[in-house]
């Protein structure tokens, strides 16, 4: 079973700043790597998939990168609309069981 | 548009079972596999089930297995999950949301509102 980690828990910033979040893989996950953008009392949102690649409509402002273990998400300017949580999700290979991390909240400094 | 509509929540008693439906339109629902993801209130995202586009293939997270089933009916164009032996663990918001082609592919690209489902007595 993969477990991820991400952190922070949570990230205070303001608008135009940069934030950077992470998740780590108990295992390699090779580039099976998603993230996912859920603002309170609406569904997720696809942003990133394997890895580095945006999901459609995404703003570039959003990128991912890394590989095996260790991922990041990248948002280069906070707009208002950023301020949300944000998940980690990937999968084992066989049986393909699917798992999310615990999110990390990016909130108004 | 493609759109995912899930119904069939609410309020349950501990032990009881339940049926939560998704209809999809707007993308070919049998070319695709489904999921269900759950979220119980004021934590995060759970993977419940996945299913493969014709049904052949079907695979469950470990707090589910064996007391949930998730099918398809695909002329129907209607996801299915049906929930038994309800325990308070098991309140959440059910979100149905596509995959990809295969089971193997790690993304879920559309989602619907959800549908809630509380168990109490």
């Known amino acids: 079973e993969i477990v991820l980690t991400q952190s922070p828990a949570t990230l205070s910033l303001s608008p135009g700043e940069r934030a950077t979040l992470s998740c780590r893989a108990s295992q390699s996950v090779d580039s099976y790597l998603a993230w996912y953008q859920q603002k309170p009392g609406q569904a997720p949102r696809l942003l990133i998939y394997d890895t580095s690649n945006r999901a459609t409509d995404i703003p570039v402002r959003f990128s991912g990168s890394g590989s095996g273990t260790d991922f990041t998400l990248t948002i280069s300017s906070l707009e208002p609309e950023d301020f949300a949580v944000y998940y980690c999700q990937s999968r084992s290979t066989w049986p393909p069981l699917f798992t999310f991390g615990p999110g990390t909240k990016v909130d108004f400094k | 548009q493609v759109q995912l509509v899930e119904s069939g929540g609410g309020v349950v008693q501990p032990g009881g079972s339940l049926r939560l439906s998704c209809l999809v339109s707007?993308?070919?629902?049998?070319?695709?596999?489904m999921h269900w993801v759950r979220q119980a209130p004021g934590k995060g995202l759970e993977w419940v089930a996945v299913i493969s586009h014709d049904g052949s293939d079907k695979y469950y997270g470990d707090s589910v297995k064996g007391r949930f089933t998730i099918s398809r009916d695909n002329p129907k164009n209607t996801l299915y999950l049906h929930i038994n032996s309800l325990s308070a663990e098991d309140t959440a918001i059910y979100y149905c949301a596509r995959g990809g082609i295969a089971v193997t592919v790690n993304l879920f690209d559309y989602w619907g509102q959800g549908t809630l489902v509380t168990v109490s007595s």
């Open positions: 707007g993308f070919s629902f049998s070319t695709y596999t």
